[in-house]
Nanobody, 126 residues
């Protein structure tokens, strides 16, 4: 059974930083591509960032490129998202997700992910 638990959300002023974590209860954590998505009120869930299971380069949505950094610890079975220079438009519920993607595939759509966390709220005030 796979369980993903996010933490680290909160309220921050524009220009500030937050760090999200996602603890993964996955026996073979290293075999999954791990991603972050977000969903703002009234909007569809959107891709934020992904890191592959074979140590490939992370991939980011254009809206967060240069501001957010995704990383993972194979020792701690944990996924991270460091968010800097936050903007009010970054306000959303952030979800981590795990994908049994084939090598070389970079999953960026919700349908490519097999497991989801419950989400953590990030609110950026102007």
């Amino acid at each position: 059974q796979v369980q993903l638990v996010e933490s680290g959300g909160g309220l921050v002023q524009a220009g500030g930083s937050l760090s999200l974590s996602c603890a993964a209860s996955i026996r073979t954590f290293s075999s999954y591509a791990m991603g972050w998505f977000r969903q703002a009120p009234g909007k569809e869930r959107e891709f934020v960032a992904v890191i592959s299971w074979i140590g490939g380069s992370p991939f980011y949505a254009d809206s967060v490129k240069g501001r957010f950094t995704i990383s993972r610890s194979f020792v701690k079975n944990t996924l991270y998202l460091q968010m800097n220079s936050l903007k009010p438009e970054d306000t959303a519920v952030y979800y981590c997700a795990a994908s049994v993607a084939n090598p070389g595939v970079v999953p960026t759509t919700s349908s490519e992910y097999n497991y989801w966390g419950q989400g953590t709220q990030v609110t950026v005030s102007s």
